[in-house]
């Protein structure tokens, strides 16, 4: 069973676009959702995470949106570039485990 | 400051072997856990070490284990492979405390013939 559910699998976007990932979770005793950025050959990278007490965080052009009542959170890329091309895993934890629990990634590519 | 260093890269076995991947963590981080990356299941969490006692585990079979070193440096074995055991498999280290982000290694390319 998935605890993570995210869309879409892949994404297309032409440079300068917005990039939005979205994903979805059943587990209310998740309280900690990152966004992890994998390139070929590489581990994933955290990008960004989020805990349920804020609805919004932003860093830099990454943005995620959290909604607790839906279960639902997403990720904005603005102004996506080249280098952004890659693949993006949402993830969620608990408090009481360092386990997270990934969704099944999406592949973005930017087009110049 | 080094990140997580995993060896080997790239390993390949054939069904019925066992394998030993090692994973070192960041220095001064205490908790290491490993995942195995699959393009059908995706990062599925295998298990956690803190301080040398397994915390947390996933839902894999006894083949797979692990230890963890008085260094915090992790192992990772599985005993009599099968070919659904190809994967890349990652480790990821933090400080120790629940909910410290998680550094990932670049991963173990275990194949399986």
């Known amino acids: 069973q998935q605890q993570v559910k995210q869309s879409p699998q892949s994404l297309i976007v032409q440079k300068g676009g917005i990039s939005i990932i979205n994903c979805a979770y059943e587990?209310?005793?998740?309280?900690?959702f990152p966004w992890y950025q994998q390139f070929p050959g590489k581990g994933p990278a955290l990008l960004i995470a989020?805990?349920?007490?804020?609805s919004e965080k932003k860093e830099g052009r990454f943005t995620i949106s959290f909604n607790k009542s839906a279960k639902q959170f997403s990720l904005h890329i603005m102004d996506s570039q080249p280098g952004d091309s890659a693949t993006y895993f949402c993830?969620?934890?608990?408090?009481?485990?360092?386990?997270?629990?990934f969704g099944t990634g999406t592949r973005l590519t930017v087009i110049p | 400051k080094a990140g997580v260093t995993q060896t080997p890269r790239y390993l390949i076995k054939t069904r019925g072997q066992q394998v030993t991947l090692s994973c070192s963590p960041i220095?001064?981080?205490?908790?290491v856990s490993w995942y195995q990356q699959t393009p059908g299941q995706g990062l599925q969490f295998l298990f956690e070490?803190?301080?040398?006692?397994?915390?947390n585990k996933g839902n894999f079979p006894g083949r797979f284990s692990g230890r963890q070193f008085s260094n915090s440096r992790s192992e990772m074995n599985v005993s009599t492979l099968e070919l659904g055991d190809s994967a890349l498999y990652l480790c990821?280290?933090?400080?120790?405390?629940?909910?410290?982000?998680?550094?990932f290694g670049p991963g173990t390319r275990l194949t399986v013939l």
């Open positions: 990821a280290s933090s400080l120790g405390s629940v909910g410290d982000t998680q550094y």
């Open positions: 587990n209310t005793a998740f309280d900690y």
């Open positions: 989020i805990r349920p007490d804020v």
């Open positions: 993830a969620a934890g608990s408090a009481g485990a360092n386990n997270l629990f």
């Open positions: 220095s001064g981080h205490r908790s």
């Open positions: 070490y803190f301080s040398e006692t397994q915390r």
